[in-house]
């Protein structure tokens, strides 16, 4: 799994208290506790589940011709432990990028690879007072010089959708970053309710595969106003 080494992307306004949103995760996808998010014993329980959850995720899938790879012990020990040190390395990215009401996922099964996080975040402002937070939280400014941000209006059934692809380079290694944003900006009379999907990375082969799979995990986000 890897993570970002460094953060590019501004930070959605705080959900306002009238509003609320959860998760209807499809499957293949899995939802990260971040922070102190319960019991010790709770969090325990979800790394047992989650770990075997990812083992699942791993086996080898046939190929075209229908036939599957045959793994020895020394190979599935090899996966029992990748497993264990994926989750461990979910929680601690959970930890350090979803501060306050922001929530992390993992998309399992993309192309052989162990889980992939991908950042959630939901905020609410003022309609009248327009602003730029949603471009600015998807990456849409800045970027690598010779290869711009792409910015794309996707159709969404329940609000007004962008996605920006960019291509970044790290400061420290000098390596590729890829990265893909979705968000969903839905107006109402007394409030503007943005969705951010963020997904980072230098595995730059995963990059088509992961714009289908934010789209297909942004109806997920399900937003509700509070009883008054």
């Known amino acids: 799994m890897t993570t970002p080494e460094t953060s590019t992307t501004g930070t959605p306004r705080a959900l306002a208290s009238s509003w609320e949103w959860r998760l209807d995760l499809p499957e293949g996808w899995l939802e990260v506790p971040g922070g102190i998010t319960g019991a010790s014993h709770d969090l325990a329980a979800w790394e047992r589940g989650a770990t075997a959850v990812v083992r699942e995720s791993l086996e080898p899938v046939p190929d075209e011709s229908g036939t599957t790879v045959e793994l020895d012990d020394d190979a599935r020990a090899q996966l029992d432990q990748l497993a264990a040190i994926s989750v461990v390395n979910l929680r601690e990215f959970a930890d350090g990028m979803a501060p306050g009401d922001h929530r992390v996922v993992a998309a399992l099964g993309v192309m052989g690879r162990g889980p992939v996080p991908v950042l959630v975040a939901v905020g609410t402002s003022d309609p009248a007072a327009p602003d730029d937070d949603l471009m600015a939280a998807l990456g849409a400014t800045g970027g690598y010089p010779a290869a711009p941000p792409t910015v794309e209006y996707p159709d969404m059934p329940d609000g007004d959708g962008v996605r920006v692809i960019r291509l970044d380079i790290g400061e420290e290694s000098g390596g590729a970053w890829m990265s893909v944003g979705l968000g969903r900006r839905t107006e109402h009379p007394d409030a503007v309710v943005d969705t951010v999907l963020v997904w980072r990375t230098q595995d730059l ?19 509700d106003r509070t009883a008054a």
């Open 205 to 223: 082969v995963l990059g088509a595969a992961m714009v289908e799979l934010l789209d297909q995990l942004m109806p997920a986000v399900r937003i």
